[in-house]
């Protein structure tokens, strides 16, 4: 009776020992490379919210019983000294959480938004990272491009792009005004508000709240930061 | 060669989701654009020849009343690799795809073709019948893939088509899948029972 | 602000992010098992079981023994392997408890292994961000999200087999039936399912 109990799990484990064997080979080949993509990820990611900067390496101080991680980088402007700092803040959207990258200047003025993960519903809330295109396949195949590349495409989402020059330590607004486009600036900011997705207001708010929160985690976080350096300078 | 039938037959007279019925869940979530499209072919193509490889190699020694769990690791160990290449030199495919690329565990036209062929033929010919039913999988997909690609996304491959030309949004969601893979189905059995007629 | 992110969740998973009509998974069991009303039923508690107890167990192995270890690459073996031992166990109480809804499933209530929306559901509660070491409550979203997925997908079902139960004695063109105008059909309701978006929560 064991026999038969055991002769089976026997082969199975050996099945699964081989096929285990086989993959941990397969994933330290790939691993150094999957690292890097995601340094390379996590840079691209710094580079955008707070463009131009020189950005030093993360640090983290402990903030209400968890650590929090943020990047400080510097940047010589008409002759100043400008600090900003970016943090990643995740709220919860339809489909999961829903992480960004922010980069705010001294003052708490958002320099930039990256939504790096999101699992929102297609077409409505995962319109938080739609890009709007500007040449077509047959102006390209017309030869309209000199280099027959189709040009590289830095535009920002627009609703990552119209989070630039809201006050993230100041409670921000949320506006119906549907697609954001660069007229409405001037209104939205002077509302400290943004302009929400059609269809998708749990999206916005997520994104939104999750700003406000992480900016207040930031403030306290140098503070802590400040506090134990002080600490150490004695 | 005598076994081009099993290369061949995948591709339309036994195509996997046509005419089998098998593997609609990657085929309707996937089609969204050409590119991913192809990239799920392909991996679905390494998966389903890695697995017929070995199991029709091993078919012999597998005891039958544990085929499925060892069919199982086996698909699955596949599958683990294909995810760690695509995270490692393709990541944009990787983040594209998704969820999905897992889920080519239980695409049933896997653990369907290791249970209906694998284990009873040689080494060759089903390396032949992965080969044959990869590309007619694929091949159903992107004619899916390009008709939602182009009508719901005004576009094709990522590239824009018309300027201007708003698209229909449904296409590139859930309805427009069911109801352009049921027209695809419609067309077949219309096909076959033409032929039939004859 | 907890309570509601727990609706959200299930919400979200039911409605909105349907499994079968917004997410298309689970789509084999769907066409296999709609056919009759009762046999939808019972398939759509047998997966909603199977799919809460898969997020109640492979939640953790991931996150208190696969990420700490390292080993984050043997996901897709390790949950595979537990739904399917789970389907097993599923099984065996069925055919104790209820002889004639096992004679009924037949030969879907194992291929509840491969049900992509199982598999899904376990994934996507990792790629939902409910592991990730700043998250909280991870457990409690993911065994949420698990039986919303379920509950989602036996709601589409049930409506789907109500459906066919009509279009059985409906005059339908000879090459649309069976599995085309189920997909038809399966179409207009995803439209339908689609009204949901705009819910305020």
């Known amino acids: 009776m064991i026999r038969d109990i055991l002769k089976p799990t026997l082969i199975i484990v050996a099945v699964a020992f081989i096929c285990v064997m086989a993959l941990s080979q397969v994933q330290k080949l790939t691993a150094p490379e999957i690292a890097k993509r995601a340094l390379e990820k996590q840079?691209?990611?710094?580079?955008?919210?707070?463009?131009g900067f020189d950005i030093g390496p993360a640090r983290t101080a402990p903030v209400d019983g968890r650590d929090f991680t943020w990047w400080e980088g510097e940047k010589r402007e008409d002759g100043e000294a400008r600090k900003g700092y970016a943090f990643i803040v995740r709220g919860a959207g339809y489909g999961g959480d829903i992480e960004s990258m922010v980069g705010v200047d001294e003052k708490g003025v958002i320099l930039g938004l990256s939504i790096i993960q999101q699992a929102e519903t297609p077409g409505l809330g995962d319109r938080c990272v739609e890009v709007a295109h500007r040449e077509t396949l047959f102006d390209h195949i017309r030869g309209g491009i000199p280099n027959g590349d189709l040009p590289n495409e830095p535009l920002t989402p627009w609703f990552q792009n119209q989070f630039k020059g809201v006050d993230a330590g100041a409670r921000i607004s949320i506006a119906r005004r549907g697609d954001w486009n660069p007229e409405m600036r001037e209104s939205l900011l002077a509302l400290n508000a943004v302009s929400a997705l059609t269809g998708a207001s749990i999206t916005t708010e997520a994104v939104v709240r999750s700003v406000e929160r992480g900016m207040a985690l930031l403030v306290k976080a140098r503070a802590a930061a400040a506090g134990k350096g002080a600490e150490a300078k004695q | 060669m005598r076994y081009w039938k099993e290369l061949v037959k995948g591709i339309w007279s036994r195509n996997p989701q046509l005419v089998i019925g098998l593997g609609f869940c990657p085929t309707l979530a996937v089609s969204t654009s050409l590119s991913n499209a192809l990239w799920m072919t392909l991996a679905v193509i390494f998966v389903l020849v890695g697995s017929n490889l070995i199991i029709s190699s091993v078919r012999k020694i597998v005891p039958g009343h544990l085929r499925i769990p060892i069919f199982i690791t086996i698909i699955a160990s596949f599958v683990t690799v294909v995810d760690?290449?695509?995270?490692?030199?393709?990541?944009?495919?990787?983040?594209?795809?998704?969820?999905f690329i897992p889920l080519i565990v239980v695409n049933c036209i896997i653990l369907g073709r290791a249970e209906e062929f694998a284990q009873k033929n040689g080494v060759f010919p089903s390396v032949l019948d992965g080969i044959g039913m990869g590309i007619g999988f694929g091949l159903t997909l992107a004619v899916l893939a390009a008709i939602r690609e182009v009508l719901g996304a005004n576009r094709l491959f990522g590239y824009p088509l018309v300027q201007?030309?708003?698209?229909?949004?449904?296409?590139?969601?859930a309805p427009g899948a069911f109801f352009t893979l049921a027209f695809m189905l419609w067309a077949m059995n219309a096909i076959n029972a033409r032929k039939k007629g004859k | 602000m907890e309570i509601k992110v727990f609706v959200t969740i299930l919400l979200s998973t039911i409605f909105i992010n349907n499994y079968v009509l917004s997410r298309m998974l689970g789509l084999c069991p769907f066409l296999g098992v709609s056919r009759r009303l009762d046999s939808a039923l019972g398939m759509g508690l047998a997966v909603i079981f199977v799919m809460t107890l898969t997020s109640f167990i492979t939640f953790p192995i991931y996150k208190y023994v696969l990420v700490p270890y390292r080993v984050t690459y043997l996901t897709t073996i390790v949950f595979i392997l537990v739904i399917a031992a789970l389907?097993?166990?599923?099984?065996?109480?069925?055919?104790?408890?209820?002889?004639?809804?096992?004679?009924?499933l037949g030969i879907f209530l194992p291929l509840i292994t491969t049900n992509c929306a199982v598999l899904g559901v376990a994934v996507l509660n990792l790629s939902s961000g409910f592991a990730a070491p700043e998250a909280s409550l991870g457990l409690l979203k993911s065994v949420t999200q698990g039986f919303g997925g379920g509950a989602g997908f036996t709601l589409a079902l049930i409506i789907m087999a109500g459906i066919r139960e009509r279009l059985e004695i409906a005059d339908i063109p000879e090459n649309l039936r069976g599995v085309p105008i189920t997909f038809i059909t399966a179409g207009l309701l995803a439209l339908a399912f689609f009204g949901f978006s705009g819910m305020k929560l």
């Open chain 2, 164 to 173: 201007g030309m708003e698209p229909a949004a449904v296409m590139i969601m």
């Open chain 1, 43 to 51: 840079q691209q990611s710094l580079d955008l919210v707070l463009p």
């Open chain 3, 87 to 104: 389907v097993q166990l599923v099984e065996m109480v069925i055919r104790k408890v209820s002889p004639g809804l096992y004679d009924a």
């Open chain 2, 84 to 99: 760690l290449l695509l995270e490692a030199y393709q990541p944009e495919v990787y983040r594209s795809l998704g969820i």
